[in-house]
């Protein structure tokens, strides 16, 4: 498998801030998007987003937490619900999740009496969501906080299963954006990628809810992981990286056919 070969361009062992899915990760997703939208799509987000990409404006909902004003959307960014349960049949939290959060975006954007300026903000939100719901950790169990309370060690330096998925093996791969998410797209068919955009919202969070058991069978607290686990779970974490990209493409071409 192509995705195999990218083990070969693995390379150190940088820790970065706890970043969700990491700006580079944000970045692979909105560039894969950008290569699938219709024309239509394409036109009226070019618009929306003032020219800018989807790359560029998939960090936006992390670089407004620095603005407490923004809090109320922090409880977006994730969802929490028993490992043996579909979100579904979950409670939901009065605060939001990333499901709420990205229904309401498609609900603001697809209404007519929004604002362009709420069109704006709520899209560039629904770019970022989209990522955040493909990283298991963002789909995991309420009481470890999503694996920022396991704590283990990447190449010897201190983090924690959340960040580890977020971005230290991102950013060690030691690729760019674009890249790596050229890379990720040009490995997937036509047929491939529309299996991979089969599915709704539901069914991606419960994937990824089902793929966090995995990742925290995968570590020991206190664990010191390198080069084997990357080599075990990169073919994961790309795949999640390229299924958010396709994924977000299919929700934003249906928003603006």
Aim: glycine residues 8%; negative net charge.
């Amino acid at each position: 498998m192509r995705l195999a070969v990218l083990f070969i361009l693995f390379m150190g062992h940088f820790c970065s801030a706890n970043l969700i899915w990491s700006k580079t990760g944000h970045r692979v997703t909105g560039h894969i998007a950008q290569k699938h939208l219709s024309r239509k799509a394409e036109r009226a987000i070019n618009d929306l987003l003032d020219g800018h990409s989807l790359a560029f404006a998939a960090t936006y909902a992390d670089e407004i937490k620095a603005d407490r004003s923004f809090s109320k959307y922090s409880a977006w960014h994730y969802v929490n619900y028993p490992m043996d349960m579909g979100y579904e049949d979950s409670e939901k939290s009065p605060y939001g999740d990333v499901v709420q959060g990205i229904e309401f975006c498609k609900k603001v954007i697809l209404d007519g009496a929004s604002s362009r300026k709420d069109k704006v903000f709520h899209l560039k939100m629904l770019i970022h969501l989209i990522g955040d719901m493909h990283q298991p950790m963002h789909a995991g169990r309420a009481e470890d906080r999503g694996g920022n309370d396991i704590q283990i060690q990447w190449f010897g330096e201190g983090t924690n299963l959340h960040r580890l998925w977020d971005s230290n093996m991102i950013n060690s791969y030691g690729m760019t954006y674009y890249e790596l998410g050229d890379e990720l797209e040009q490995s997937v068919s036509k047929q491939e990628r529309k299996r991979l955009q089969e599915g709704t919202i539901y069914e991606w969070v419960d994937e990824s809810h089902t793929l966090a058991a995995q990742v925290y069978a995968s570590v020991s607290v206190g664990e010191d992981l390198r080069y084997q686990y990357g080599y075990q779970y990169n073919d994961l974490l790309f795949s999640q990286l390229q299924k958010a990209g396709f994924r977000l493409a299919k929700v934003l071409n249906e928003l603006f056919s």
